[in-house]
């Protein structure tokens, strides 16, 4: 089906679900658009962040897309059920794939979740791992600095690992932990940076590998998937400043991000 596939995030986070999208579904063509304007989600209340995420999905399915991705975990929390319910096209989030991963690499059956407030208020993580397995204990922080920090670019460098240290210094306590999962679609881009942090004990996992699997499952099973052979050209939507987004972007994935246009979303909903 020569259809996009849609990718929305509050701002530049997603890029790293679109980069494993990219990666295993390279014929696929992605619309990806970042509400960089408005982030962070993470502490605005619930209603907000669902009228915001319903103006982002209403801005994609004019560009017929086959599918969308929710690559923000906030926005899965509050909106998954919901856009699945109302969709006719498949619509897929970031935490139970994010929850599966870390449940096939944990031994000690301790782990640590990290995310923005209204992901970690939500509980949506605990729910879906308990949903999988009710063995397992689960510590769950939220960390309102990191998605500032990497929305300006700052991924690493001295100021970036204190902001790290300081905050994930309740999670490092926990001596049972043994996988921490990104529970932010942002908090990739500090990988190095945690992992520095946490030490080499602790498997850090993200949720865009095992998302783009699903997405992948999902195409083949509904026979979606672009069958023909030209390459894909992806196309990048900001609320926000193009430079800003282009810079993380090429910093962030290895497909040229050139293709990035500003719009005014909230015109958008009719
Ligand atoms: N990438 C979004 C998430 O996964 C960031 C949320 C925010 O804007 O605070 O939750």
Same mark, same amino acid.
């Given at each position: 089906m020569d259809q996009p596939i849609g990718v929305i995030d509050s701002g530049v986070g997603?890029?790293?679900?679109?980069r494993e999208l990219m990666r295993q579904l390279p014929k696929e063509q992605l619309i990806y658009l970042g509400d960089?304007?408005?982030?962070?989600?993470?502490?605005?209340?619930?209603?907000?962040?669902?009228?915001?995420?319903l103006e982002m999905v209403d801005f994609l399915m004019e560009k017929k897309i086959k599918m969308l991705v929710i690559?923000?975990?906030?926005? @899965?929390a509050y909106t998954l059920e919901r856009l699945q319910q109302q969709l006719e096209i498949p619509v897929i989030g970031v935490i139970e794939p994010g929850a599966r991963a870390a449940i096939k690499v944990t031994q000690t059956k301790h782990i640590g979740v990290i995310g923005t407030e209204g992901t970690i208020?939500?509980?949506?993580?605990p729910i879906a791992l308990h949903h999988i397995s009710s063995e397992l204990s689960i510590f769950d922080l939220a960390c309102p600095k990191f998605v500032p920090l990497v929305e300006s670019g700052a991924f690493s460098g001295m100021a970036a690992e204190q902001i790290v240290s300081e905050t994930l210094a309740p999670i490092k306590q926990y001596t049972m932990l043994d996988t921490l999962i990104l529970g932010c679609t942002h908090y990739p881009l500090l990988?190095?940076?945690?992992?520095?942090?946490m030490g080499d004990r602790i498997e850090i996992?993200?949720?865009? @590998?095992e998302t783009a699997r699903e997405v992948s499952a999902i195409m083949s099973y509904q026979q979606i998937n672009y069958e023909g052979e030209r390459l894909p050209e992806h196309r990048f939507y900001t609320t926000g400043s193009p430079g800003l987004f282009e810079h993380i972007a090429n910093q962030w994935m290895d497909y040229p991000v050139k293709y990035i246009e500003q719009i005014a979303i909230d015109q958008t909903r009719k």
């Open positions: 997603g890029l790293t679900v679109a960089t304007l408005r982030c962070p989600y993470g502490p605005r209340p619930q209603e907000e962040v669902i009228r915001f995420t690559a923000c975990n906030t926005a @899965t208020q939500s509980k949506a993580y990988t190095e940076t945690i992992k520095k942090v996992i993200a949720s865009g @590998t």
